[in-house]
């Protein structure tokens, strides 16, 4: 019954009707958890899945992180009292217990070819001449859909659940990797495939990694003294194989589920009309709850139509969140596909068509040493300009000594470069066989380049740090991260200014930002009367911002933005921070042994609360209103909205409550104020005002959502 009643729903996956029963479904859960048990679990479930499969599977969340943690909690709770209740497809499920010792090698149902490839209209044409000559017809309908570049998978589902997943490994083989897949929320755990009379279906896909996901974890990779990852298509397949399922959890994996390689029916079923195309398989399949690239596929019945459509999908490649290597040109007709077989590398009823390379060699000249912030002492190597991915590259990060020795990459070594989309270029390797015997080893410095202190390297950290507080460089640093926008926003302070103003005299350090000696500056080139008034009220505005702007701008090792929203919330004024220990800060959410010896060490040090009573005086706010309350989220915070048209994918009234939630403020009209405009079906005039205006940024309901995602993630 159970069953029976979820299935359905998924199978129509899902109505607006029913999107907006499930949302408030989930209200009402939040609300009150009385009533009986198993329909309570039950529809516990049934919205975490729901809110799973929006997130994960559309890209448009519906539920806060704050909402999905307490429905979440809730049911692990509920399970917790009733045992005989859980079911192996329970969202709590995925969490796997202990670590893998290794993992098994499993056969294929089928072996996982690759592609053979294509890299320009002339090699599109000849394949689809050799395709009407197999299939001995002049008619073909192609299916053309995106080549996700990250690590192949195969996962089996027996009676509707997932029963396993595998590596891709040599084809044949793959390695059993069920607990990690498991870990993907995208993945569903079970599907309504019975309802067709599938009894055992393997699908294959790709797991893949948002470049977004990927940046901020290479960020924390770095802040926390480690090795950065070397693009989102190794993040993925290292993280398919780590033995460790909760480590994989917080990785954000997300897959793409492309082709249906195996099924099996049970006994009295008719293969379901679905299992005729390509096309019409992948969307039965998002139907059920997968994340098969249905939204992202196109169907052409002329290789010139594909042609057109590869050099069109090409210059926007960058939009997608996650990388994109090619595009993948199948023949639609399964039929077909069957009578063109496959050599023992690649089918013959596909093809890759590979995007330009986002590779390229250059000459490593030389090696510059740059200090942090925090007085991590970064080596940047500096590379003949060259051209990738429509950007000009001269200067790669080779972010610590442990990557440089890793790589063993030499001064005078050509070396391969790689720029992935948004995601910084980075050093694949040097190519060894080109090197002449002249190339140089990279030595490291034992002193700060910029205060010539000693440096040193803590144990289990890969950075060596300049320890001088006062080092100048360091100092530069911490003011510009002081004014920068996401801290205290000093608009028009910027790099230069805080640069010139530090060797001026007039800018010593961070409170001397609210003392600065205007008459110093008079006859400065680039300070008319105009630019230090407007320098003046965007300093006195600061003074204002939330205090967790100040936590976060003081620059403490480990503590980002979300951090300092945490802590922020945690204390009615910056001071009560000084009192607390480590095993207080480590009671609060996300603040784990390492952020909070870090915070313990910044209050301890007499020149930050030294620091602290300077800005005090001079009238910055240190004092949180709202002591215990939910942080808003900082990028809507400040920010104005305005909706306009009919709205299809929300409410209006929601999306307002969204906007607020997260730190935004509504307006009622269009004016230079506004910041974005957010527009629906049969906008009218607001939004003609609002491109005339020019300042204002529009949204479609979707980009909306992805803002607020992004805001909360
Ligand atoms: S079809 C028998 N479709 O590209 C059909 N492959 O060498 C084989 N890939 O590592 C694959 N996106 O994992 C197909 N939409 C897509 C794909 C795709 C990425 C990967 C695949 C394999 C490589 C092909």
């Known amino acids: 019954m159970e069953i029976n009643a979820k299935s359905s729903l998924l199978c129509n996956m899902y109505t607006p009707q029913e999107e907006i029963r499930i949302y408030n479904q989930a209200k009402q859960l939040l609300a009150d958890n009385a009533g009986n048990m198993n329909e309570e679990i039950t529809l516990l479930r049934e919205t975490i899945n729901y809110a799973d499969w929006k997130y994960y599977v559309q890209s448009n969340p519906t539920l806060s992180d704050a909402e999905y943690d307490g429905l979440f909690k809730l049911l692990k709770h509920l399970e917790e009292q009733y045992p005989e209740l859980v079911t192996a497809d329970s969202p709590t499920q995925r969490i796997a217990k202990g670590l893998s010792e290794r993992f098994p090698t499993v056969s294929h149902l089928t072996p996982m070819l690759s592609l053979d490839n294509t890299y320009n209209a002339e090699d599109l044409t000849d394949w689809d001449r050799r395709c009407k000559e197999l299939a001995k017809t002049e008619t073909i309908t192609y299916c053309v859909e995106p080549k996700y570049d990250g690590a192949s998978i195969s996962v089996i589902y027996d009676n509707g ?53 990927f940046e901020a974890y290479n960020k924390q990779r770095i802040a926390e003294g480690q090795s950065p990852l070397a693009n989102p298509r190794n993040a993925a397949s290292g993280t398919l194989r780590i033995l460790d399922p909760t480590e994989v959890r917080k990785r954000g994996l997300n897959a793409l589920l492309y082709s249906i390689s195996d099924y099996t029916l049970a006994e009295g079923f008719e ?6 195309t390509h096309y019409d398989s992948l969307q039965w399949l998002y139907s059920m709850g997968f994340p098969s ?16 459509y590869c050099a069109e999908f090409e210059t926007r490649r960058d939009d997608l969140p996650f990388e994109v290597d090619g595009l993948v040109i199948k023949v639609n007709d399964f039929a077909l596909q069957e009578q063109m077989g496959m050599t023992t590398h690649h089918p013959r009823w596909a093809v890759a068509y590979k995007f330009k390379a986002r590779q390229a060699t250059s000459k490593l000249r030389r090696v510059e040493f740059q200090v942090g912030r925090v007085g991590t002492i970064t080596p940047v190597a500096k590379i003949d300009p060259v051209h990738i991915g429509g950007v000009t590259v001269t200067s790669v990060s080779l972010f610590n000594e442990d ?9 005078g070594d050509t070396v391969l470069v790689e720029r992935a989309g948004d995601v910084i270029p980075y050093i694949v390797k040097p190519l060894t066989e080109l090197r002449t015997g002249e190339e140089e080893e990279i030595k490291f410095p034992t002193h700060c380049p910029a205060c010539a202190s000693e440096l040193e390297k803590q144990q289990d950290e890969a950075a060596w740090r300049c320890i001088n507080i006062t080092c100048p460089v360091q100092v530069v640093e911490r003011m510009i991260h002081f004014a920068s926008k996401d801290a205290m926003d000093i608009r028009t302070m910027g790099n230069s200014n805080v640069q010139k103003f530090y060797e001026l005299g007039v800018l010593p350090d961070i409170p001397g930002m609210y003392h600065i000696d205007w008459d110093k500056l008079k006859g400065q080139s680039g300070f008319g009367a105009k630019s230090v008034t407007n320098l003046q009220a965007a300093i006195e505005q600061s003074k204002k911002q939330p205090l967790y702007r100040v936590i976060f701008g003081l620059g403490i090792r480990h503590v980002g933005e979300n951090t300092s929203k945490i802590l922020a919330s945690a204390v009615s004024h910056i001071r009560e921070l000084y009192d607390w220990d ?27 609360r030294d620091a602290i009573d300077k800005l005090d005086a001079a009238g910055v706010n240190l004092i949180n209103e709202h002591k215990g309350q939910q942080p808003a989220a900082g990028q809507l915070t400040g920010k104005t909205f305005l909706f306009t048209g009919t709205l299809s994918h929300f409410k209006r009234s929601d999306a307002e409550a969204m906007v607020e939630q997260n730190g935004g403020t509504m307006l009622g009209g269009v004016s230079s104020k506004l910041n974005y405009l957010v527009v629906g079906e049969d906008a009218g005039s607001k939004l003609e005002k609002a491109k005339k205006l020019g300042t204002v940024n529009i949204l479609t309901e979707q980009e909306f959502l992805k803002l607020v995602a992004d805001n909360e993630g």
Not at 188 to 202: C, K, N, R, T
């Open 293 to 308: 690239p249905a939204k992202e596929m196109k169907v052409f019945t002329h290789i010139d139509e594909v042609i057109a």
């Open 403 to 411: 990557v440089v020795r890793e790589k063993n990459v030499r001064i």
């Open 271 to 276: 293969m379901p009309e679905q299992l005729k």
């Open 161 to 213: 659940a997932l029963s396993r997943g595998a590596t891709r490994g040599d084809g044949v083989m793959g390695e059993d990797v069920t607990s990690n897949i498991r870990q993907i929320k995208a993945i569903p755990l079970s599907a309504p495939l019975m309802q067709y009379g599938i009894s055992q279906i393997e699908i294959r896909g790709e797991i893949v990694i948002h470049k977004n996901v």
């Open 582 to 608: 480590i095993e207080k800060l480590s009671t609060l959410q996300d603040v784990g042994p390492k952020v909070a010896n870090s915070v313990v060490d910044f209050f301890a040090i007499e020149s930050n």
